[in-house]
């Protein structure tokens, strides 16, 4: 049974217009897939909708995350199940540090694995991990006791997204354009690490436009999303190659007789 | 004998204050409205004469003023069916064991002695009518701090009693001051002398326990130059299928230099008619800060004042309103600017859910004279589902052409793409939304000392319950 499996996927808008046109895809543990496409494909749809925002229908097909489905599931649950997603737009919660949301976050999620009883973390040991975290993700302590992602630049938003995922264990990390954003020395720490992170207990889903993020976690397969759809796969190679020549061979109304 | 009220199902949320006790008052002054339970409340009390005249005039006042008609509907009043003066015990204790056991359960429901051992400096704690406990820190004593139950403080200090009393909210300035002045019982009594500063805040502690019950406790403050208090008040009664009133009066005085801030946790039960008056005069270069949370009641109207009367002084209301089903805050703030170079900020911060309305209503008077004056006002309203509703009502009045006044109003609602976010982390969407609530609160609650924020955290998450389904 694969960790995360993705089968005749239709993902629409609640206007009916299908974005994802039927994909499939399975993940196990200690995997990295990457997904790389052009602007507007439909990748931060597939994140979302795996996730599940309610601006996206699933018309068809089933999502399983070790082997239940997540289709009738709010977020919350989902998250509870192990499902992690690091936006590409996080949004801002003025009035709620990044510390106290942090720790809020954990323990909802304690709080189900406990079956439904509060099981709060004790402080010092939330201390004890946080301070782990930060310290090899490199986030800045002063970013702690500010609002969650109020303010904070865009590269500052992706490092506490990072954060939160080394926190929460979860068993699948989808990283929605986690690079885009970092500078050159935070993308190395970040995307290390995340690449620690992947084992056993977690496989990794890293939607990118560039091959570097690619270089410190190394991706088991590469899979190009183009019109709703997965339209190559191959190995760390494949991303290489899409850095040099683009999307135009896989893109229907490519123009002919370009080379 | 105690007896939990557990049917909570009215109100539609899990307010853990709505327990009873059903113990038999000393003494009560039976339904309704006379002249003769005036004079039976100052008789029991064996007041000087002054004060039973003042009590006569402002029931005179109270038969012959209308009764609002802007604000909340205040027509649903039942002035007859109302007990004006309960009086629960003989004396004022000095220690939470000499209580009667029921009372003395009540507070300790409530957390209050454990509150006192924590982090308090004195503590009163009223019941129905009558202040029943009273306690002050040994050291502030002998500083010479006084802090004592309104009454008592007529009866030992009756000379700065009278001085102020009625001075800062005279019985005529709306109905239910001329109702408060009238058949006033319990309240608190302080007076910080010149340079003492109460590090600590002192707690007084308004509790309803019988149905009808009409609390009217009277508050006078007396902050000393330079001198500084920090007070809070904590509210809170049983549910019942009919209503209670809550009318209270709070004055306050702070001399030059000085500083008082005054907290209020306002939680009572949504049978509660919360009508109080609150005004505050900062004399030169003194401060006054009204730190108001309404969560509870039926209808709130109230509208802490700040009259900045000597140069320099400055005054600030930050204030929180959350209204729930069935329930109607209208809150707000008053500053009148009456010496030059004063300055005034007004933080309102209002949630409305479950049909519930907040409204902020607010003043700022410039007077002529005070010049360089300045106020910033900012209010902001987070409505929660498409039944709630949220008013602003400012009126600016300026007198002298270099005033600087600000003025922003905000109205938001919980953002989907938020709430998702957060959901997405393991929180439920009652999690998430009293989450976004809590940092929409939190310029507020951040001024709270912490056991204060984390209760007033906690009683939002209370309101937030249920709220999504
Ligand atoms: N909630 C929505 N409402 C309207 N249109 C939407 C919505 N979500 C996605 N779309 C549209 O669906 C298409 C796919 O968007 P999506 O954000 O998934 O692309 P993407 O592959 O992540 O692009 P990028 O590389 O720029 O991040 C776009 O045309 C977008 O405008
Ligand atoms: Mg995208």
Redesign the pocket.
């Known amino acids: 049974m694969a960790l995360l499996e993705i089968k005749d996927l239709r993902i629409a808008?609640n206007d009916g217009?299908e974005?994802v046109k039927g994909i499939d895809l399975k993940v196990e543990s200690g995997e990295v897939h990457a997904i790389m496409?052009?602007?507007?494909?439909?990748?931060?749809?597939?994140?979302?909708a795996l996730m599940g925002h309610p601006?996206?229908r699933i018309s068809s097909g089933d999502v399983l995350l070790d082997g239940t489905s997540l289709l009738a599931l709010g977020p919350d649950e989902r998250a509870q199940k192990g499902l992690f997603l690091a936006f590409?737009y996080p949004y801002a919660i003025p009035g709620v540090t990044v510390t106290s949301f942090l720790r809020s976050a954990m323990n909802a999620l304690r709080k189900a694995r406990a079956g439904g009883e509060d099981d709060p973390i004790p402080i010092p040991e939330f201390r004890k991990q946080l301070a782990a975290a930060t310290e090899r993700l490199k986030v800045p302590r002063e970013l702690l006791g500010r609002y969650l992602n109020d303010g904070f630049s865009g590269g500052e938003k992706k490092r506490i997204e990072i954060l939160q995922l080394a926190l929460l264990h979860p068993r699948l990390a989808v990283l929605?354009?986690t690079d885009s954003g970092l500078d050159i020395d935070a993308l190395k720490t970040i995307a290390g690490g995340v690449s620690d992170l992947v084992g056993p207990e977690m496989g990794a889903v890293v939607?990118t436009?560039y091959q570097r993020i690619l270089n410190y976690i190394r991706p088991d397969y590469v899979h190009v999303?183009a019109g709703g759809r997965f339209v190559a796969e191959g190995g760390p190679e494949l991303a290489e190659q899409l850095e040099s020549e683009g999307y135009d061979a896989y893109l229907p109304e490519a123009p002919s007789g370009a080379s | 004998m105690s007896e939990p009220e557990s049917d909570v199902s009215q109100i539609g949320r899990d307010y853990k204050y709505g327990f009873h006790t059903t113990d038999e008052p000393k003494f009560s002054t039976g339904r309704g409205l006379t002249r003769e339970v005036v004079e039976t409340i100052s008789a029991q009390k064996s007041e000087p004469a002054w004060m039973l005249e003042r009590r006569l005039e402002a029931y005179e006042h109270f038969l012959t003023r209308p009764i609002p008609d802007w604000g909340g509907d205040l027509s649903t009043i039942d002035f007859d069916s109302i007990f004006y003066y309960v009086k629960p015990t003989e004396s004022e204790a000095a220690s939470w064991e000499e209580l009667p056991p029921d009372i003395k359960n009540t507070w300790d429901r409530l957390g209050i002695p454990e509150a006192e051992k924590k982090y308090l400096a004195g503590v009163g704690a009223q019941y129905e009518s009558e202040v029943v406990y009273h306690k002050l820190q040994e050291e502030l004593v002998r500083q010479g701090v006084v802090f004592l139950g309104m009454d008592v403080g007529l009866r030992d200090h009756e000379e700065i009693v009278r001085e102020h009393f009625g001075k800062i909210v005279p019985f005529r300035d709306n109905k239910f001051s001329a109702l408060n002045t009238a058949v006033w019982s319990g309240g608190s009594f302080i007076y910080v002398p010149p340079g003492v500063k109460v590090e600590m805040p002192l707690q007084a502690y308004f509790r309803i326990n019988a149905e009808n019950m009409g609390q009217f406790e009277r508050t006078l403050i007396v902050v000393d130059e330079g001198a500084f208090v920090h007070y809070v008040e904590g509210c809170t009664a049983p549910i019942y299928s009919s209503d209670s009133l809550h009318a209270a009066v709070v004055e306050i005085i702070v001399k030059p230099g000085g500083r008082c801030r005054y907290t209020t946790i306002q939680n009572w039960s949504t049978n509660v008619y919360n009508l109080v008056t609150k005004r505050a005069v900062a004399q030169e270069n003194a401060t006054i800060e009204w730190v108001d949370g309404n969560l509870g009641s039926k209808l709130t109207m109230k509208y802490p004042a700040i009259w900045l009367t000597g140069e320099g002084a400055h005054g600030e209301v930050l204030s929180i309103a959350f209204a729930g089903p069935g329930q109607h805050q209208d809150t707000g703030a008053k500053a009148v600017h009456a010496a030059p170079n004063t300055t005034s900020v007004i933080t309102a911060k209002s949630i409305s859910r479950g049909g519930g309305r907040a409204g902020y209503r607010g003043l700022v008077n410039v007077a002529s004279g005070a010049r360089g004056a300045k106020s910033k006002v900012v209010c902001d309203a987070l409505i929660l589902d498409e039944e709630s509703r949220s008013d602003t009502y400012p009126t600016i009045r300026v007198h002298e052409a270099d005033a600087n006044i600000e003025h922003e109003a905000t109205v938001s609602k919980i953002g989907e793409e938020q709430l998702f976010y957060l959901m997405s982390r393991g929180l439920t969407e009652s999690e998430a939304s009293s989450m976004i609530v809590s940092g929409f609160v939190e310029p507020i609650t951040k001024e709270l000392p912490l056991e204060y924020a984390v209760e007033m955290n906690r009683l939002i998450q209370l309101q937030m319950e249920g709220s999504v389904g």
């Open positions: 808008l217009s974005i496409g052009p602007n507007g494909s439909g990748k931060s749809t597939l994140a979302q601006a996206y590409q929605d354009e939607i436009h999303f």
